[in-house]
């Protein structure tokens, strides 16, 4: 499968340092909740946040590096936010095998929903929506970066690449 010439490899190697950073906070979190850090400073570090952090950075990478276009733009949201919401089930699905409340599975975070009715709101709802959002915000975001910085490639006509 090839995406604006680039195969899915070529993709996961760019964007590589982002499923870092986004696994790096998640991590993070889990480790301040397990230390006992308040409450209020957990929530400051988010793994949504990163997500769509990572979603942005990629998007710039993908104009500067000249990587692809708007279909490279989709592929990268959805691969950053698939890596994201695998890392909440997972850490979710510590919580069904050893019964130890995280960060991930607090009351406070879960809305009343089992466990496993939280693990199908992740793989649904937010890899579906932050996917979309993810992508439409990385599209415009490009379509502004190609407006505003334009390519240094030439078309035969002379005008820039846009």
Known sequence: MRIDGHGL???LRL??????LIAGVWALRLIMNLAGTPAMLV??????VAG??????????IHFKRFGSYASVVVASFVLIAWEQILIVLAISVTLLSGKLNVYTEPAYTFGESHAQHIAAHLTYGLGVESIFGAAM???VLWMLRRLVPSKEASPSGKPVL
Not at 43 to 48: A, D, L, Q
Not at 52 to 61: G, I, N, R
């Open 9 to 11: 490899r070529d993709h």
């Open 15 to 20: 964007l590589s340092p982002l499923f870092g």
């Open 43 to 48: 929530r400051m570090v988010s793994v949504g």
């Open 52 to 61: 769509a952090v990572s979603v942005l950075v990629a998007v710039f990478l």
């Open 138 to 140: 990385g599209c415009l």
